[in-house]
């Protein structure tokens, strides 16, 4: 599977937010609403202060999905673990400019891969720090929460800084947020020319999973 082309709204649940007990599960009632991507939440506890999941558990779920792996890797040092993410079966990884002193060269390790890259800055960080390689990347993330936990604020500042990317990097690349994504902040984003969206408590803390994921798309509309 490949990053879909930028141009449609697409909505990437993230499984942070769902039952670990049964993740194989969660994800195909997210496939069965016709999305098209699943959001895997990478988190190391160094870069930030938590531990999620890493490749061995993404190779099983792999084996459960045909939907794109939308890797973020909230980790430090992700040249180093990269290959390892690809082999286990993701599709695109996005990793954080703050950990990266050659991001180019890791965009490009990405493609050679065969795999789409993408770049994220926290809340704090402003959009001169990827202006510069944001146009190599396939999408821009912008977290509207401070990474390392579900179920934060939305910060609207932050959101804002989508307008911004949109003019560097125009219609050809996708743009996603992610942190504290529900109906209300989708329709906010997507007017800032977001067209990617990560939702994880609004989708995994109902038990309408398939109504909580409608209810996002009719906001986007």
């Known amino acids: 599977m490949r990053l879909p082309k930028a141009g449609t709204i697409e909505i990437s649940p993230s499984i942070l937010s769902a039952d670990f007990a049964k993740l194989a599960d969660e994800i195909a009632v997210i496939e069965s609403a016709g999305l098209n991507l699943v959001h895997l939440d ?85 959009v001169e720090a990827i202006e510069k390689v944001a146009l190599l990347c396939d999408m821009i993330l912008v977290m509207t929460v401070h990474p390392g936990f579900g179920g934060q604020k939305f910060m609207p500042e932050a959101a804002k800084k989508v307008e911004r990317i949109r003019e560097i990097v125009g219609d050809d690349i996708r743009i996603e947020v992610d942190g504290g994504i529900n109906p209300e902040h989708a329709s906010t984003v997507v007017s800032y020319g977001a067209d990617t969206l990560v939702a994880g408590n609004a989708i995994f803390s109902k038990t309408d999973r398939i109504g909580a994921i409608e209810a996002i798309r009719e906001a986007c509309k």
């Open 42 to 126: 990478v988190m190391d506890g160094h870069f930030v202060p938590n531990i999620t999941m890493g490749p061995p558990v993404i190779a099983k779920l792999r084996k459960y999905s045909k939907l794109v792996f939308d890797s973020h890797l909230m980790i430090s040092e992700p040249s180093r673990y990269a290959e390892a993410f690809v082999d286990a079966g993701v599709d695109h990884i996005t990793f954080h400019i703050e950990t990266e002193a050659e991001p180019v060269k890791l965009i490009e390790k990405l493609h050679g891969f065969g795999v789409t890259a993408g770049i994220c800055l926290n809340p704090e960080t402003e």
